[in-house]
């Protein structure tokens, strides 16, 4: 191969540097203006060509130079011109030269400025926050997210959100305004980039930021993409010496030590479809827990919070449950970071611990200055529950959630319990079949039939069942899903009130807009997944001890809420505070946190109530529960 010419290279690299953009192309363009000028200037001043001034003088080279920019600068300029023909051709050359400058000029202007209009509206932009919340992907869950950001910002007067997502910066936005509305004292910013790409991670300044929400895209590679992220995230060289705080999703178990992996124990990790599993299995047996889980989760309510309290320490447990006025005690976080939900009531505070309470605020956490509430010892009972009982459950419809479901369920159920699976679809009854669990305590049957049909809810012999939980069977179709399961609670609504049962209906929605229509079927729970998804993610962002709070929460194998009928409790015959309410309980090793009294017809809400103060005073009746935390 022949090596190449000057001409050749002289080429590549005047190509190589118009590459570089446009300001080298307005360099050029100015060298090759000065170079024009003082050219012609030159030869005009050599020659004398120049017409005279008005003294009789020959201009010098730097008025002819001063007359050639003008006429670069502005073609119209040598209209005026009088003088020799020389001269006159010399004007005209470098005119001919301005023009073709100053449009290319304008140009080059006109492209760059429209490439950084572009950009700025693509969010290319690097955003200069900090101590921001930094979101990281872009789902329907964003929405519900950032709507609870916004109410926990109240506080702060320059709050941001920063959202990074494989979306267009204005279709953000826009979606944004109309989902959410007004934000507050809270600014969000919209940037489109790639959460797995170190160079577009660098656009939301990740070092400055608060904490980071990582939303998976939806798809069957979700933990993949979310563990790739993990890895920019923790091992971008502009990365801060601190630890991150991340909180992300992992929607397979087997995924999780890899994800743990990748986060170097900077993220806190939550698996949902377990959660929403879980979450859904407790509900289905006790009607209205789902509104107290939604309670917790929210921002709008009582929240829960961590507290050091120093005049505690040495105190017994069960002791300072009574002690807090307009707060309810779940546990301790001990000085070595473990966390106790509901510890033995003789158990010391110790020094360095926090207890863990519920309460409207943070400062709202305070020692009642008039001492605990006054308890009616002789209203509180010893009542005994009712042995457990072989139950029935029937499941309409079937998801990836389905098995996760019945194998929680077994957890629960007494041996000898039926758990019947109703597809709409041949292909759904056989993946039902392929995937559902082996279980010895429950046994598990299929039945082909269209879940919104009243003749197959008629076939099922629906008032012999205990509970009926109804699944999304189209998750990803919100509106064809939710409506289809509109159709059903309304079959379901009617056989319960014709045949006079007890069973309880939780449904899962998948858009939390329709759960105003949905309340109009008197279901007694909904399982939003994506909103009690969102509230979790948001609340460990804004407090990362909280994830192992939740964790024990809906874990099985540890304290849980139940709602336990009141009556055995207290007496019923009288008129009594909420701390004999709280004092019932500390006396069988719970904690109290709530009552519920159900409205008698089934609307106007679940009477649910949190958190209430200890001098309150409250009349039962036998249809009332309350809200404990306990082992079983």
């Known amino acids: 191969m022949s090596q190449p010419s000057l001409r050749e290279r002289l080429a590549y690299s005047f190509d190589n540097s118009l590459a570089r953009g446009p300001v080298v192309i307005i360099a050029y363009l100015a060298l090759l203006s000065i170079g024009l000028i003082v050219v012609l200037a030159t030869l005009v001043w050599a020659t004398g060509v120049a017409p005279e001034a008005e003294g009789g003088d020959k201009p010098g080279f730097v008025a002819i130079a001063w007359m050639a920019l003008m006429r670069t600068l502005d073609s119209g300029t040598m ?78 007067r320059r709050a941001a959100i920063v959202i990074l997502g494989e979306r267009d910066k204005v279709e953000m936005e826009d979606e944004i305004r109309e989902r959410v509305g007004d934000t507050k004292t809270t600014r969000v910013i919209c ?42 995230i923790t091992n971008s060289p502009s990365r801060r010496p ?73 105190k017994p447990f069960g002791e300072i449950l009574g002690l807090y006025e307009e707060s309810s005690i779940l546990g301790l976080a001990r000085a070595d970071g473990a966390i106790q939900l509901n510890p033995p009531m ?42 457990q009982q072989a139950e029935n459950t029937l499941i309409l419809g079937w998801n990836s959630m389905a098995p996760l479901l019945l194998r929680e369920l077994e957890v629960y159920v007494a041996a000898g319990s039926q758990a019947r699976v109703v597809g709409s679809y041949p292909e759904t009854i056989e993946a039902a079949r392929a995937s559902c669990p082996q279980t010895e305590k429950l046994r598990i049957n299929l039945f082909e ?25 189209h998750p990803d179709d919100d509106e064809r899903t939710d409506a289809r399961s509109l159709v059903t609670l309304l079959h379901l609504r009617d056989i319960r009130e014709q045949s006079d049962s007890r069973f309880s209906i939780v449904s899962e929605m998948q858009d939390v807009r329709n759960r105003a229509l949905a309340e109009i079927t008197r279901a007694d729970d909904f399982i939003i997944g994506d909103q009690l998804v969102s509230l979790l993610l948001t609340q460990i962002s804004e407090n990362k001890a909280l994830n192992a709070v939740f964790t024990d929460l809906f874990d099985p194998e540890g304290c849980e809420l139940y709602l336990k009928p009141v009556e055995h409790y207290v007496r019923l015959d009288r008129e009594l505070t909420f701390a004999t309410l709280v004092e019932a309980a500390r006396r069988r090793g719970e904690i109290a946190i709530g009552y519920r009294q159900p409205p008698a017809d089934r609307s106007g809400g679940h009477g649910v109530v949190t958190n209430p103060a200890k001098s309150q005073r409250v009349r039962f009746t036998e249809r009332d529960s309350v809200i404990v935390l306990a082992e079983n």
């Open 79 to 156: 209209g005026g011109d009088t003088g020799s023909w020389s001269f006159l051709l010399a004007m005209l050359a470098v005119t001919f030269g301005g023009i073709f400058v100053i449009s290319t000029f304008i140009g080059t202007l006109t492209t760059a400025i429209e490439a950084k209009l572009d950009a700025l509206r693509k969010g290319r932009s690097r955003v200069l926050e900090s101590g921001h919340t930094v979101i990281l992907g872009w789902s329907p869950r964003v929405f519900s997210i950032v709507s609870e950001l916004v109410i926990a910002n109240e506080n702060q």
């Open 191 to 232: 940037r489109s980039g790639n959460p797995a790409d170190m160079d577009d991670l660098a656009i939301v300044n990740l070092p400055g930021s608060r904490s980071i929400i990582l939303l998976p895209p939806v798809g069957p590679e979700s933990d993949i993409q979310t563990i790739k992220a993990l890895l920019a």
């Open 242 to 314: 601190e630890p991150y705080h991340i909180v992300a999703e992992i929607r397979e178990p087997r995924n999780l030590p890899v994800a743990a992996l990748a986060a170097h124990n900077e993220a806190e990790l939550v698996l949902v479809p377990d959660l929403l599993a879980r979450v859904t299995v407790q509900t289905s047996r006790q009607a209205g827990l789902s509104v107290v889980y939604q309670e917790l989760l929210d921002f709008g309510g009582d929240e829960i919070y961590f507290k050091a309290e120093p005049a505690l320490v040495g």
């Open 346 to 387: 003789a158990s010391l505070v110790g020094a360095g611990d926090r207890i863990i309470a519920v309460s409207q605020d943070d400062d709202t956490i305070l020692l009642s200055s008039s001492g605990p509430a006054a308890v009616d010892a002789e209203a509180i009972v010893f009542g005994k529950p009712k042995p």
């Open 449 to 473: 039939g269209d879940p919104t049909d009243r003749a197959t809810l008629d076939r099922l012999e629906i008032p012999t069942f205990d509970h009926i939980v109804l699944l999304s069977e």
